[in-house]
């Protein structure tokens, strides 16, 4: 493919055959996770059908070729986030226990009571509650949140205050999952640094989205999910800079971590394995692959263009209704494919249900961001998110059943006033 063309990609993806209610899918919720190309879905079922063995273990040939394709996957990973080795990219479940294996090997054994965190305002839950439960285990170790700006950028200026000595570590997410707000990651880790702060990054949503070359960003973590990059559910990837990973404890313990065990004398399994307990979800960590391929074919670049002229197209929609309030940067430039909005009158939820009838899937509720609820005076927003597969015709489809939620609420002409 060699035209970034969403009405072509759309036709790799099945589910759009089909519809709901007589209607087709508008899918505006690939923040939440997105929808799966043949390539990968028939990946999946093919390693099931054909090459189904337990990996690292066998000496029989399925078993190998099982070995290859996972950890064939972790070399292409190298490649996608630009990463001169593999050994120090984990595979977990999800961006959540990327997280929570920092917050339990490296800062469990390397922070101390009086060190401290610093987040954001813009953070996830999953970069939000490891750092809450370590910091009770440290005696109250102090976390502080970085606000935002009125046009809910991060404020940087903040930032560089807050960036005091005591500061180990800073934990930010590289793209908002709720306002799209696009953090300036390298500024961030080039200061951070300068402090002698470590950076972990929360790269669940800027991954699938933005080009991201782990050397040139110069972090030390790096959290993301397959499932929101065209990949199945249930894989998670951490990447965590080789010199820190060396130093880290394990995380969970059982088989394929170990490289002996004794009743009183364990020694660990070398990288990455150490960090890998059990059984890992071998088979859709094989498919991930095609997803990489899918992205890598499109173009990491291309796919930001696309996004951005859909996000400018909604902004220039959504603003034009009356009853819509947006949230978010509302500058194409500095927000990712996802847009929040709230309706003036009409809560959310019933927002959703009401866009739901005609079709359109968006996520509404607190997107697991309570923190940055807050921050906005608000409890709930609705969220329209963006993917490879999005066209105009979705933001149209979108307005129109925004439209659809004024008429059900009687809120249409004079009314309205
Ligand atoms: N974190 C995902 C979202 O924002 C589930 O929807």
């Known amino acids: 493919m060699n035209t970034f063309d969403p009405k072509l990609i759309r036709k790799d993806f099945p589910i759009f055959e089909r519809t709901i209610n007589g209607k087709p899918i508008v899918y505006l919720d690939s923040a939440a996770t997105t929808q799966k190309p043949e390539a990968v879905i028939e990946a999946l079922a093919s390693f099931y059908r054909r090459t189904n063995a337990n990996i690292h273990r066998g000496v029989y040939a399925l078993a190998e070729e099982a070995t290859d394709l996972y950890e064939g996957t972790r070399a292409r990973m190298a490649r996608f986030i630009h990463s001169p080795t593999s050994h120090n990219i984990i595979f977990t479940r999800n961006t959540t226990e990327s997280i929570n294996l920092v917050a339990h090997s490296w800062g469990r054994k390397f922070l101390?009571?009086?060190?401290?965190?610093?987040?954001?305002?813009?953070?996830?839950?999953?970069?939000?509650?490891?750092?809450?439960?370590?910091s009770k285990d440290?005696?109250?170790?102090?976390?502080?949140?970085?606000?935002?700006?009125?046009?809910?950028?991060?404020?940087?200026?903040?930032?560089?205050?807050?960036?005091?000595?005591?500061?180990?570590?800073?934990?930010?997410?590289?793209?908002?999952?709720?306002?799209?707000?696009?953090?300036p990651l390298k500024e961030i880790i080039r200061i951070a640094h300068a402090n002698h702060s470590l950076?972990?990054?929360?790269?669940?949503?800027?991954?699938?989205?933005?080009?991201?070359?782990?050397?040139?960003?110069?972090?030390?973590f790096l959290a993301f999910s397959a499932h929101k990059m065209l990949g199945p559910t249930g894989v998670g990837v951490l990447w965590v800079r080789p010199e820190i990973l060396e130093q880290m404890d394990p995380f969970l313990g059982g088989g394929e971590m170990i490289s002996t065990v004794q009743?009183?004398?364990?020694?660990?399994?070398?990288?990455?394995?150490?960090?890998?307990?059990?059984?890992?979800?071998?088979?859709?960590?094989?498919?991930?692959?095609?997803?990489?391929?899918?992205?890598?074919?499109?173009?990491?670049?291309?796919?930001?263009s696309h996004e951005k002229g859909l996000v400018r197209y909604a902004l220039k929609r959504l603003s034009e209704l009356p009853d819509i309030v947006l949230y978010g940067p509302s500058d194409p430039e500095l927000q990712g494919g996802a847009i929040?909005?709230?309706?003036?009158?009409?809560?959310?939820?019933?927002?959703?249900?009401?866009?739901?009838?005609?079709?359109?899937?968006?996520?509404?509720g607190h997107h697991c961001a309570q923190p940055l609820m807050k921050a906005l005076g608000v409890s709930s927003t609705a969220r329209a998110s963006f993917y490879i597969y999005n066209t105009?015709?979705?933001?149209?489809?979108?307005?129109?059943?925004?439209g659809r939620v004024d008429q059900v609420f009687g809120l249409t002409g004079a009314k309205r006033k």
């Not at 005696?139 to 960036?163: E, I, N, Y």
């Not at 709230?342 to 968006?362: F, M, P, R, W, Y």
């Open 340 to 364: 929040s909005f709230n309706h003036k009158i009409v809560h959310a939820h019933d927002v959703g249900t009401i866009l739901s009838e005609q079709g359109v899937c968006i996520r509404v």
């Open 263 to 304: 009743m009183d004398d364990i020694t660990w399994a070398d990288l990455p394995y150490k960090f890998e307990a059990g059984t890992p979800n071998f088979a859709d960590v094989a498919a991930f692959s095609k997803a990489l391929d899918y992205l890598e074919k499109l173009g990491m670049d291309a796919i930001r």
């Open 138 to 183: 440290k005696q109250g170790m102090p976390r502080h949140s970085v606000p935002l700006t009125k046009d809910h950028r991060l404020d940087m200026d903040a930032f560089k205050k807050m960036l005091t000595p005591q500061v180990k570590l800073v934990a930010v997410t590289g793209m908002s999952n709720v306002l799209g707000t696009i953090t």
């Open 392 to 402: 105009e015709e979705d933001v149209d489809a979108l307005v129109k059943a925004l």
């Open 199 to 220: 950076v972990l990054v929360d790269g669940a949503q800027s991954v699938p989205h933005l080009q991201t070359d782990v050397v040139d960003l110069d972090c030390d």
């Open 112 to 134: 101390k009571k009086d060190d401290e965190i610093l987040l954001t305002d813009l953070e996830h839950h999953a970069n939000f509650v490891p750092w809450y439960l370590l």
